[in-house]
């Protein structure tokens, strides 16, 4: 069973992560990256499990679904967190243009039925590995690998 969200949930959601914002932004790339790596292999300790589930979730035979919706997401998680590891953060000048990569802020990401792990994986990795933090609405018709 999944809870269903109300707009109060939302705003706590948008506070919560306004509030974490400031900390997770002053990370180095390297630090978020790190932590990209532990939730990546945080999923593959479980992937039996994951894989189970995802199946259930979308009604995919399990040989499928190890490699297609958890072993993409995992490659994607992994391929971020070393971009945040080893993207160079730093402010440049070329020519007369500065160049600054930076967090913005929060993210506020809505993700599809259709490679449902896979999608929140491309839109919040990203999202952390540059910086930011972010409020998820997962699919509400596979939620629960989300």
Request: hydrophobic share 50%.
């Amino acid at each position: 069973m999944v809870a269903e969200g109300t707009a109060d949930d939302v705003d706590r959601a948008a506070k919560a992560a306004r509030a974490a914002f400031p900390a997770w932004s002053a990370l180095s790339g390297k630090e978020r990256g790190e932590y990209l790596q532990e939730a990546a292999a945080l999923i593959q300790e479980r992937l039996d499990d994951f894989t189970a589930l995802m199946s259930r979730d979308m009604g995919m035979p399990l040989g499928f679904a190890k490699p297609i919706q958890i072993g993409m997401p995992l490659a994607n998680l992994a391929a971020f967190a070393e971009l945040a590891a080893t993207s160079d953060f730093d402010v440049h000048e070329v020519g007369n243009s500065l160049i600054v990569r930076e967090p913005v802020g929060v993210v506020g990401a809505i993700t599809p039925w259709n490679f449902p792990l896979h999608r929140v994986v491309l839109k919040v990795g990203g999202a952390l590995a540059a910086g930011c933090t972010v409020v998820l609405e997962p699919t509400e018709v596979a939620p629960l690998a989300t």
